[in-house]
């Protein structure tokens, strides 16, 4: 199981980015994905998680209304839209998986994901 996040990048306020978190060595639409972020000085936080099972999404609330999770299936891909970013987003953001086709995301946290990304960082900066 393996899982490669990328497009971060230094972007200005207000601006937009697509994170992308490719999966490799499992079929990533039958396990639940989730994004994490890390600011510097900071605990990971869960940002979003989209469950299999259900295919419900749950959001972290600062960022429902300018984040989107979404799956490329036949890419065995998915993405994390970021609109209007802003400052305090900044941090570098991580998917995870754990294969449980059954995990609900409801409470979803870092101690339930044993399957990580590398990191992208994200600095959004005027």
């Known amino acids: 199981v393996q899982l490669q996040a990328s497009g971060g990048g230094l972007v200005q306020p207000g601006w937009s980015l697509r994170l992308s978190c490719v999966a490799s060595?499992?079929?990533?639409?039958?396990?639940?994905i989730a994004w994490f972020r890390q600011a510097p000085g900071k605990e990971r936080e869960g940002v979003v998680c989209?469950?299999?099972?259900?295919?419900?999404?749950f959001y972290e609330d600062s960022v429902k209304g300018r984040f989107t999770i979404s799956r490329d299936n036949a890419k065995n891909t998915v993405y994390l839209q970021m609109n209007d970013l802003k400052p305090e987003d900044t941090a570098v953001y991580y998917c995870?998986?754990?294969?449980?086709?059954?995990?609900?995301?409801?409470?979803?946290?870092?101690?339930?994901?044993?399957?990580w990304g590398q990191g992208t960082l994200v600095t959004v900066s005027s």
């Open positions: 989209n469950s299999f099972s259900s295919g419900s999404t």
């Open positions: 995870a998986t754990v294969l449980r086709s059954y995990y609900h995301c409801s409470n979803f946290g870092s101690r339930d994901f044993n399957s």
């Open positions: 060595g499992f079929t990533s639409q039958y396990y639940p």
